[in-house]
C-alpha cells in the first residue's frame, strides 16, 4: 500500500522552530516530486513547498520563504520540512503529498498537527 | 500567480438531490499541446487527509464514485454531485496545476 506518514508536529513558541518529516513506503519514493501543503484553522488549503525527485530543485511559497527549507533523503524514503523563525500564522496541519503520474497530488499523510503559540 | 475562484462558499442540498460546485480560474487552464485542463478537484473530510476525486478537469480517480462529475473547459469548471449520499457531507476545493504555485479555490462546504 502507497503510504505517507508524518511526524514531528507539536506546540512551539513564536520564533522557534520544529523539524516535520514524511516517511513514505509502498512506492518508488526518489521517483516522485514531493510537496507539503497545509492547512490554517478555519482556513483553506495552502501550498507551501515542493522539491524536485532527487532534491536538486526546491520552491517555496512566498509566506515561508527564507524560514523554510525543504529536503528529502531518498535513501531514507523520508521528506523534512525545517520550520525556522516559526510565527502564530505558521500554525495548521501539515500534509505532505506526492505527485502521481497524471501530475496531481495523488498520495497524501494523515497530517500533523503545528501549533505556534505562547 | 493563477486566481482560482470557488463559489458557493457553502451548500445545503438534500439527499438524493444534486450538487453543483463552480470554480473560475484567471487565466486559462487548457494546454495547448494537449488539450488538457490542468485542474483537479479535492474533497476534504473533518479528522481525514485530502482525497484526490478529479484531474484534468473531468477524469474520476480510482475509487471515486461515478456520482462526482467533473466539467468545464478553459477558465470555467464543475463539479457535480449527483444523488448526494450523507457521506458526500464535506469540504471540497478546486486546484489549478497548470503552474507553479499550485492554488486552490477557496473551498466549499458541502452539507445535507
Known amino acids: 500500500e502507497e503510504q505517507l506518514v508524518e511526524s514531528g508536529g507539536g506546540l512551539v513558541q513564536p520564533g522557534g522552530s520544529l523539524r516535520l518529516s514524511c516517511a513514505a513506503s509502498g512506492f518508488i519514493f526518489s521517483s516522485h516530486w514531493m510537496y507539503w501543503i497545509r492547512q490554517a484553522p478555519g482556513k483553506g488549503l495552502e501550498w507551501i513547498s515542493r522539491?524536485?525527485?532527487?532534491?536538486?530543485?526546491?520552491k517555496y511559497a512566498d509566506s515561508v520563504k527564507g524560514r523554510f527549507t525543504i529536503s528529502r533523503d531518498n535513501s531514507k524514503n523520508t521528506l523534512y520540512l525545517q520550520m525556522n523563525s516559526l510565527r502564530v500564522e505558521d500554525s495548521g496541519i501539515y500534509y505532505c503529498?506526492?505527485?502521481?503520474?497524471?501530475?496531481?497530488?495523488?498520495?497524501w499523510g494523515q497530517g500533523t498537527l503545528v501549533t505556534v503559540s505562547s | 500567480d493563477i486566481v482560482m475562484t470557488q463559489s458557493p462558499g457553502s451548500l445545503a442540498v438534500s439527499l438524493g438531490a444534486r450538487a453543483t460546485i463552480t470554480c473560475k480560474s484567471s487565466q486559462s487552464l487548457l494546454y495547448s499541446s494537449n488539450k488538457k485542463n490542468y485542474l483537479a478537484w479535492y474533497q476534504l473530510k473533518q479528522g481525514q487527509p485530502p482525497k484526490l476525486l478529479i484531474y484534468w478537469a473531468y477524469t474520476r480517480e480510482s475509487g471515486c464514485p461515478d456520482r462526482f462529475i467533473g466539467g468545464g473547459s478553459g477558465t470555467d469548471f464543475t463539479l457535480t454531485i449527483n444523488n448526494l449520499q450523507a457521506e458526500d457531507v464535506a469540504l471540497y476545493y478546486c486546484q489549478q496545476y497548470y503552474n507553479t504555485p499550485r492554488t486552490f479555490g477557496q473551498g466549499t462546504n458541502l452539507e445535507i
Open positions: 503529498a506526492r505527485v502521481g503520474a497524471q501530475l496531481v497530488w495523488d498520495t
Open positions: 522539491i524536485n525527485n532527487d532534491g536538486n530543485s526546491t
